[in-house]
């Protein structure tokens, strides 16, 4: 059973939350920006009234946040008094203490996800590596973990793109993930994951390796400025694939947008391909591949602020994109992310969306010096 130093400890930890989050100073804020929201003219700049709703909600969270900390965390002195009253277990109270613990240390983490693009929404995509059906067969099983993820934690997810693999998988799928902090949580699988198994498409059941690479990128609404050369942009469209009704392969709903990248410092074009077959409706398929375009130059050009300030701090360990990042081996039971060194043999939790785990490990190591 816990004992009183922990318990203090835990209180310790809700005071020093107090401090980093200035609850004091956010509940002021909260009050007078909810005020304006009660002006007669609120909603007559609709933009300007939803990014004051943006703002006062984001506020909610934190306030909301603290207040179940500190409610879980009186719940474990009570557990403690019903417990020298012979009235709960012991295992009440390290459940109860349990529940506290994970509370605060989540608050804890978020709290560290302090740039601007980590409250944002987020592009997740998935494309499969060499190795045919077997590397196909790990995307879509990659893209599955995704999917149970957002689903545990409320998130939203539209597949905005997929192609199926020849036999079975995918080859590449593009889902827009929308919750809180989804970006700045879902950053840390940006790189190559590794899976070692058993095939189950080989004959002679030999131990086959296959990758995927993971690329998650910033969504961004109309509210955040990115510059997009009209001039640069080309279009082509094509008949959408899959279930969908009548309209589907008789029309050419699908969108194909072609944009001719240069970067700004050394002058190197690039083309961005962006195909979306999101909607039914050619229309919407655009504006959704033009979203998913200034999300692609806004990561650009965080990533090019990234590199500049990794030369000044060239001493800082830095996650590159290309990098491998985790292992997946079946056969010995263990799922392993190389840069923390953080590792379970849950490979069926992993694999149904429990990647909690290695995301604060990430978190921990490198949140504080990506943006430093």
Known sequence: MITQEQYKELQERVAQLHRYLDIDAKIMQHEEEQLRTQDPEFWNDRERAEEQMKLVKGLEKWINGYNEVCTLTEEVELSLEFYRNEMVSEEEVDESYAKALNAIEALELKNMLREEEDAMACVLKINSGAGGTEA?????????????????????????????????????????????????????????????????????????????????????????????????????????????????????????????????????????LIENTESRKQLQNRENAMRLLRSNLYDRELKRRQAAQAKIEAGKKKIEWGSQIRSYVFDDRHVKDHRPNFQTSDVGGVMDGKIDGFIKAYLMEFAGTENA
């Open 136 to 272: 196909q067969d790990w995307a879509q099983m990659l893209m599955r973990m995704y999917l149970r993820y957002a689903e545990q934690h409320g998130y939203k997810t539209t597949i905005a793109n997929l192609i199926d693999g020849d036999e079975a998988g995918i080859k590449t799928v593009t889902m827009e993930i929308e919750g809180d902090m989804a970006y700045g949580y879902l950053k840390s699988e940006n790189g190559v994951h590794r899976l070692v198994r058993v095939s189950p498409y080989n004959a002679q059941g030999k131990r086959m390796t296959s990758f995927a690479s993971v690329f998650v990128t910033p969504l961004v609404d109309d509210t955040i400025e990115v510059y997009v050369d009209p001039s640069r942009i080309s279009w082509d469209t094509f008949r959408s694939s899959g279930a969908g009704g009548q309209n589907v392969n008789k029309v050419e709903t699908g969108v194909r947008l072609r944009y001719q990248y240069v970067d700004p410092e050394t002058g190197e074009e690039e083309e961005i």
